[in-house]
């Protein structure tokens, strides 16, 4: 009985113990704890951590990240009065030092016009519930009733129209700010925190933004970033991002998003109920992402797609013998012979990254994406084109390589080739002539096309298409950019192919083998797949693995590349199995192919002699005019250079160029980028270390 007593009597002191401890704290001191509360609403803010930045192969910085000021606002309990007064007060200041606050009420104020169609107007009209044919200043006073704003000066209230309507479009919470201007100047910044105290729920927050230094120049390479997508936020939110982070959408941007995207951080700061930041209770840095350093040298990359433009608009304009005004667009890829890595990859027309940052406006989306020159399409590894007779060297490698023809033998050229759909020699066509008795060498001086509807004939389909399978042609040359195209190779197998998707039966004809071995039927490649096919040849047929990337590089300076990198980089472009190493071509048929290819550019008659008849260099090309399916047909040229001792190799295409010869000027330009031979061609500078790109 005592000890049930003795516990009764214990469970009695600790109760009104506890109703002490609750009297004290919500009656005694009740509006002290209140106030200490309200003085300590914690509010965790994300800290975005820098993207790691893009380098060339030199370490000339591409893509880096600087630090942009952003201003937000949380809800906070006040007064809307109050509210349109703080936003007033945050207008004038971003307007006094040239910002701009964000503005997508449908209606231009300066003009005092609707900015959407007639229709959308209406329907926006109708779904506030006002008559269709209210007027823009009706819209005004509705909008004006509707947020409770006193002002009556008319230029006050359309900024606060233009705010309120953003926080109401966008929503906002405690703790979900809304945003209300981007990349504002410090002196702003300075002058939002001055005024931090009649700017109620107002933050600056600092944030980096992607700058691409060199403007157009290598867009098609790097890409750009844009806000995530709701899908894109779907997939990705459960590895740590935020519906308002920025990613990776195209070009190496998206191909190494994992490895640029960098630790975002947390600052969990003290905010009394209007939302003034009274202390900083805890920090935990960003982390900047590794960077990334290409194989691309940009003084060789600007100058590409310098001399491509050029070149487009001179066979544009007719500055040649001809004018064919459908050429609007081209492609340019150089190779590095002995390690396959790209120093340049140039696409025209271009476009400029820096537009996407911030999330494109809707005109400027149209602009691009509705140009039916396609300014965003990478030519380079996208575009497929019929490599026309810039395919002729490795037909004359499968012939020989099969025993179908020797390096020696001569076939005479009769003008029409008598077997299959009869097809005639360009000679023949032009000027009812004929190139006589030629061998390999001469065929390809020539580009005899009957030359090689012979030896198409003899070797057949099957040995053609397994020499261009073993060169890379008709397969993803593995460039570690994401849309890389695989183009098609005439064959048999693609023959059936199509019968399997549409079902309808083909048989392969002779016809299609003839065509086939002067680079038509269902050719069609890419020019890196052009390039990397000449860098092979180039090489002694000796292949090597293609790669624009030369590192990942750690904030701490440490290499990242290896299998891990490699697992996740193949995975996201796809990339196809290549066959490397020695493709065990003989001496002879690579003597017999590089001496026609030098005859091309170095000797009277060949077809590209006229533009490196004086080139301090010996260069092995090969021109090409390809059949389009509309318009003027393409134009090709692929080389590669010194002649004795390969460098580089090149592949050019312009597109409805009308003839090959158009575009070995280019090739040349670029070759005296290349080997110096340009009045304002810097010394290079040597590779500079790992530590060397993270300090800078």
């Known amino acids: 009985m005592r000890r049930y007593d003795f516990l009764m009597a214990f469970v009695c002191i600790v109760g009104i113990i506890y109703i002490y401890r609750l009297f004290n704290m919500q009656v005694v001191n009740g509006a002290n704890y209140r106030e200490q509360s309200e003085k300590r609403l914690v509010r965790e803010i994300k800290t975005i951590a820098p993207r790691g930045n893009i380098y060339d192969r030199y370490g000339k910085l591409m ?123 410090k002196t702003s910044m300075l002058q939002i925190e001055e005024q931090s105290n009649h700017l109620a729920g107002m933050n600056v927050v600092t944030q980096p933004i992607r700058k691409y ?66 202390d900083e209770v805890e920090t935990v840095d960003s982390i900047m992402g590794n960077s990334v350093v290409l194989t691309i040298d940009m003084d060789l990359q600007a100058k590409a797609e310098e001399v491509l433009e050029k070149y487009v608009l001179k066979i544009q304009n007719g500055e040649f013998a001809e004018k064919f005004s459908d050429a609007r667009a081209g492609a340019l890829v150089v190779l590095d012979v002995k390690s396959s890595e790209v120093l340049a990859l140039a696409s025209y027309p271009t476009y400029n990254p820096d537009e996407f940052t911030d999330g494109i406006s809707n005109t400027e989306y149209q602009n691009y994406f509705q140009n039916e020159d396609r300014p965003m399409y990478n030519r380079a590894i996208q575009g497929v084109y019929s490599p026309g007779s810039t395919f002729k060297p490795l037909t004359a490698i499968a012939a020989i390589e099969s025993g179908a023809i020797t390096v020696k033998e001569k076939i005479v050229d009769k003008g029409r080739y008598d077997k299959g759909h009869r097809p005639v020699c360009w000679i023949w066509s032009s000027y009812r002539g004929t190139h006589g008795p030629v061998d390999v060498a001469t065929a390809l001086k020539v580009s005899c096309n009957y030359y090689f509807y012979e030896v198409g004939y003899r070797m057949g389909i099957d040995n053609l298409s397994k020499y261009a399978k073993l060169f890379g042609l008709g397969r993803k040359t593995g460039v570690e950019i994401i849309g890389e195209a695989a183009g098609t190779l005439a064959s048999k197998e693609y023959l059936n192919s ?28 890419t020019p890196i797949q052009m390039a990397y096919y000449i860098a092979t040849l180039a090489n002694g047929g000796v292949k090597g693995e293609l790669s624009i990337l030369k590192d990942v590089i750690s904030v701490e300076g440490e290499s990242q590349s290896g299998d891990y990198v490699d697992s996740i980089i193949d995975k996201k472009i796809a990339k196809e199995k290549q066959e490397y190493g020695n493709l065990n071509i003989s001496k002879d048929t690579l003597n017999a192919v590089f001496e026609g290819m030098r005859s091309v550019t170095g000797e009277t008659g060949g077809t590209a002699y006229s533009t490196f008849a004086s080139f301090p260099i010996e260069v092995a090309g090969k021109t090409g005019t390809a059949t389009a399916s509309t318009g003027s047909a393409n134009a090709w040229f692929v080389g590669f250079a010194p002649y004795d001792n390969p460098e580089i190799a090149v592949a050019c295409v312009i597109e409805h160029g009308g003839h090959g010869g158009y575009t070995a000027p280019v090739v040349k330009e670029v070759m005296e980028e290349y080997f110096g031979y340009n009045n304002d061609v810097d010394e290079k500078m040597t590779m500079k270390s790992i530590n060397d790109l993270i300090v800078e």
């Open 63 to 185: 893509v880096s990240s600087e630090t942009s000021y952003n201003v937000q606002l949380y809800y906070t309990k006040i007064e809307k009065e109050v509210l349109n007064e703080n936003l007033l007060l945050l207008a004038n200041i971003l307007e006094r030092n040239g910002d701009s606050y964000y503005n997508n009420f449908p209606i231009n104020f300066e003009e005092m016009v609707f900015k959407n169609s007639e229709d959308s107007a209406k329907s926006w009209k109708k779904s506030l519930k006002l008559d269709e044919d209210t007027n823009v200043e009706g819209v005004i006073e509705y909008y004006k009733n509707k947020y409770k704003i006193n002002q009556t000066n008319m230029n006050d209230v359309k900024k606060i129209i233009a705010l309120r309507y953003e926080i109401e479009t966008n929503g906002y919470s405690s703790y979900r700010p809304v945003t209300l201007a981007k990349n504002i100047s």
């Open 213 to 278: 230094l060199a403007g157009n120049v290598g867009a098609h390479i790097v890409g750009y970033v844009g806000p995530i997508s709701s899908d894109e936020y779907e997939s990705k939110k459960e590895l740590g991002y935020m519906q308002n982070d920025t990613i990776g959408k195209t070009g190496i941007e998206a191909t190494f998003e994992d490895f640029l995207r960098g630790e975002n951080g947390t600052k969990r700061v003290e905010m009394d109920s209007t939302g003034i930041i009274a």
């Open 498 to 525: 199509l019968t399997q998707i549409d079902g309808k039966e083909r048989t392969w004809m002779i016809g299609d083998t003839l065509s086939a071995a002067i680079g038509q039927s269902y050719n069609s490649f």
